[in-house]
């Protein structure tokens, strides 16, 4: 995909950093430039793969129609003048998750999640079922482990449990799922988006090109979340600790339809937002045929994540 191209990278960090490494193995042109970075072992790393690295404010002038893309890191405002003069210039811009996309093996199953509250505890937990049922699964994202650091160790047909951002989304182009996890979406981060209505599109951009064959697993309890829903494509399957869905609380225990789980006082966490993250988690698992032992065994373990 990108091989013998010209590349500029907006932002370091773990994502830029990582982009860039991968991208010098590509016969690629690359700059990367960002206004504070301060770790000089990477930038020295960076530099001794040929990879010119830029520290200032200046951005804007690094910036000429010479570039093929720009991969830019997700803290980066949407409006900065480096994005809307390579928008004037039709530079794509994407982000270092979309990227390894390009790049990932075969018939590798994705199961993205992100929402407003829950996402890391959610994906950790259905990382750590499909792992302990055997399943050759990966865990990246915006949990603190990019995507592109994982491309070594993806085979074909192996598994990518991987937490997406609101920030990350809002560059997708192509990158799709086969397993969509809305937690909830409330208002916030709008000094970055700056409207309800575009953090709310952002976070639907999970669910991008499904059809369906793919699953989306939706909180039937948040409002916002069903409303953003309502005309994708995807198989549908709601869970709530509060109301009525397809997985959902009852007599103290959490169902999976109409089949029973776990009783919540076998779960090590509590609280209804956990036990409704874990209602994801039991979601995918049921998808792919964990055994119900395995799930259990699991979530009288789980001490939960930081």
């Known amino acids: 995909m990108y091989k013998n191209k010209k590349i500029f990278i907006l932002g370091m960090a773990r994502s830029g950093y990582e982009a860039a490494k991968f991208l010098s193995s590509k016969n690629c042109e690359i700059l990367i430039t960002d206004a504070k970075e301060k770790d000089t072992e990477k930038i020295n790393e960076l530099e001794s793969l040929g990879i010119k690295v830029i520290i200032t404010e200046n951005q804007l002038e690094l910036l000429d129609d010479s570039f093929d893309v720009i991969i830019k890191n997700p803290g980066v405002p949407i409006d900065v003048p480096v994005v809307l003069k390579a928008k004037e210039l039709n530079i794509p811009v994407i982000n270092e ?46 949990i603190g482990i990019p995507a592109c650091k994982l491309l070594d160790d993806i085979k074909e047909n192996d598994y990518l449990v991987i937490e997406i951002s609101s920030h990350q989304l809002y560059d997708f182009k192509d990158f799709k799922t086969d397993i969509s996890i809305l937690t909830n979406v409330v208002e916030t981060h709008l000094e970055h988006f700056y409207t309800f209505d ?25 409002e916002c979340s069903l409303e953003s829903t309502k005309d994708i494509l995807s198989n549908k399957i709601t869970f709530s600790a509060l109301v009525n869905a397809d997985i959902c609380l009852k007599d103290k225990a959490i169902y999976y339809y109409d089949e029973k789980i776990i009783d919540v006082d076998d779960i090590k966490i509590k609280g209804n937002h956990n036990y409704e993250n874990i209602m994801c988690a039991i979601s995918v698992a049921k998808h792919y045929g964990v055994a119900n032992n395995v799930i259990i065994e699991v979530l009288k373990e789980f001490p939960g994540v930081e």
Do not use: Q, R, W
């Open 97 to 142: 998750v979309e990227l390894a996309y390009y790049y990932l093996p075969k018939d590798v199953k994705i199961i993205g999640i992100t929402g407003s509250n829950g996402k890391t505890t959610t994906t950790t937990l259905t990382y750590e079922i499909l792992k302990k049922a055997g399943f050759p699964v990966h865990l990246g994202g915006n």
């Open 198 to 222: 575009n953090y709310k599109n952002s976070k639907k951009k999970i669910f991008n090109g499904h059809t369906k064959d793919d699953l989306a697993i939706i909180n039937n309890g948040n």
